[in-house]
């Protein structure tokens, strides 16, 4: 079974940046040609899609993060990064990683990383 480790987040102030990173344990002949992304949940909200990569990297995001948000992935470490820009309380969330098929996430959560932004 494959294990997810999100690190990276924290406090930051309206206006900053982090950089989270997700790591997989999957064998690198998986991760390196599944599609990934990057997910949050905020408090009494559902879960949703922020950011996904596909194998050859390609990228999209929501709506809401678009030119702020960087999804990144490097194959060699097994690992998905999200560079978060210009932050916003709203995007106050727990933030966790997955793999992205068109049904949903794929994997078992991690422990996921929570980042919260303060005006």
């Known amino acids: 079974q494959v294990q997810l480790v999100e690190s990276g987040g924290g406090l930051v102030q309206a206006g900053g940046s982090l950089r989270l990173s997700c790591a997989a344990s999957?064998?690198?002949?998986?991760?390196?040609?599944?599609?990934m992304g990057w997910y949050r949940q905020a408090p009494g909200k559902q879960r949703e899609l922020v950011a996904t990569?596909?194998?050859?990297?390609?990228?999209n995001y929501a709506d809401s993060v678009k030119g702020r948000f960087t999804i990144s992935r490097d194959n060699a470490k097994n690992t998905v990064y999200l560079q978060m820009n210009s932050l916003k309380p709203e995007d106050t969330a727990v933030y966790y990683c997955?793999?992205?098929?068109?049904?949903?996430?794929?994997?078992?959560w991690g422990q996921g990383t929570q980042v919260t932004v303060s005006s």
């Open positions: 999957a064998s690198g002949n998986i991760f390196r040609i599944v599609a």
């Open positions: 997955n793999r992205h098929s068109i049904d949903g996430p794929v994997w078992n």
């Open positions: 990569i596909s194998s050859l990297g390609g990228t």
